[in-house]
């Protein structure tokens, strides 16, 4: 497959944030940079195939896009899994779904979550399915869709335990047949969402899947329905339905407690170091100077930082890797770098490339990883990966496209 690229070539008056075509190798577009993310566009292919696979024939596979496509960067993704046949994608707020339009994705766009009677002349603008929860956002979109000639399509969602967005079983099945009736508009789906996909004692789903199954039955005209999500996808065969609802699996991380080889991570995060220094014995490095050297230490300067979405609750808890060796990071994470101890290596110096997420060698640090040693969940640390690291999209090492922040 030939990923589209933006006829467009980087250059110095090129504005922030838009896209710059590559015909060089990753280390040709890297190489005066401080710090990207690479997104290995074959690894989304790959797990695009693998997920086809998991659910069989006759499910359409939802790519799930919403948080700037979990810190991978969304025009890029989003285009991709256009290019890669995914049935269709789910944003979280109508702003994405625009965003997603803007890049020239044309494909079917869902957006899952809550909109306003407001959003609804954007909806119809750029064709957005939205998860519809009241009567007001449906008029709205009914009234913009008929005097612009069009379908608006919506969702409606049932709260079936989760209690988060959606609308209880009374009032969706009210909701739906209301809506039914409203001129240039179709209700075509309906969903929920599982409260426990990825615990080890999921039962909780059979008590959600029984509420949203009588939602069906007494909603059998509406012909689209999905409740899954990447661990409900692949442990649940029956919840499948429809559709499935596939994020943090797509770009090759299995969520917990599913079984999921096969899945190849798609994100690598690198860095140049930036400065080389000798701390002597006794003396302390980085705020609060929390970290002091036994015995004089080399350490490296990272420029990746919290306001990159590398946490402070990382500090002294990580290590990186440098020339497929790792090494520990040292005192606190500041905002825009850290430091490493690299006083075991031969020979470390600025410039040298620095891998806190991906491969190096024959050694590799996995998002799982990084979240354990935060304390938190890889979907946080994978969604908090910020706009002003460049996402250098690239096949076998070949640059297809480059996002800068």
Excluded at 28 to 47: K, P, Q, S
Excluded at 173 to 184: C, K
Excluded at 207 to 233: G, K
Aim: proline letters at 4%.
């Amino acid at each position: 497959m030939t990923f589209p690229v933006p006829d467009r070539r980087q250059s110095a008056g090129r504005s922030p944030g838009a896209p710059a075509a590559g015909n060089g190798s990753l280390a040709d577009f890297t190489n005066e940079r401080n710090a990207w993310i690479e997104v290995d566009v074959g690894a989304l292919a790959a797990n695009v195939r693998f997920l086809r696979e998991a659910v069989g024939s006759g499910v359409e596979l939802i790519g799930v896009v919403k948080a700037n496509a979990y810190g991978h960067g969304a025009p890029g993704v989003g285009a991709a899994l256009e290019g890669l046949g995914v049935d269709r994608l789910a944003v979280a707020w109508v702003g994405e779904g625009v965003a997603l339009r803007q890049a020239g994705v044309r494909c079917p766009v869902l957006v899952l979550g809550h909109a306003y009677p407001s959003d609804a002349a954007a909806a119809v603008a750029n064709d957005l399915t939205l998860t519809c929860h009241s009567a007001a956002v449906g008029t709205e979109l009914s009234r913009e869709a008929w005097a612009a000639g069009r379908t608006a399509r919506v969702h409606i969602k049932v709260d079936t335990g989760l209690h988060r967005f959606g609308v209880d079983l009374e009032e969706a099945v009210g909701l739906a047949e209301h809506l039914r009736r409203f001129p240039g508009l179709e209700v075509e789906g309906l969903s929920t969402h599982m409260a426990n996909a990825d615990e080890e004692d999921d039962s909780f789903s059979d008590v959600q899947d029984a509420l949203y199954r009588e939602a069906l039955r007494r909603l059998p005209w509406i012909t689209f329905r999905h409740v899954a999500n990447s661990a409900t996808a692949l442990r649940r065969p029956a919840l499948r339905y429809d559709g499935v609802r596939c994020g943090l699996s797509l770009y090759g991380v299995a969520p917990p407690n599913t079984p999921a080889q096969g899945l190849r991570p798609v994100l690598s995060l690198r860095a140049r170091v930036a400065r080389v220094t000798t701390v002597p014995d006794g003396e302390g490095a980085s705020y609060g100077l929390t970290w002091r050297a036994a015995g004089a230490r080399t350490l490296a300067l990272v420029p990746v930082g919290y306001a990159d979405g590398w946490r402070r609750s990382l500090s002294g808890r990580f290590t990186v890797l440098v020339g497929g060796r790792r090494y520990p990071g040292v005192g606190r994470v500041a905002m825009d770098q850290f430091l490493v101890d690299v006083s075991a290596a031969a020979l470390v110096r600025e410039g040298d490339v620095v891998t806190l997420i991906g491969m190096d060698g024959g050694d590799g640090i996995g998002v799982d990883e990084i979240a354990g040693q935060a304390g938190t969940i890889s979907w946080e640390i994978l969604a908090g990966l910020q706009a002003r690291l460049p996402r250098v999209f690239h096949r076998e090492g070949a640059v297809q496209v480059i996002f800068d922040g």
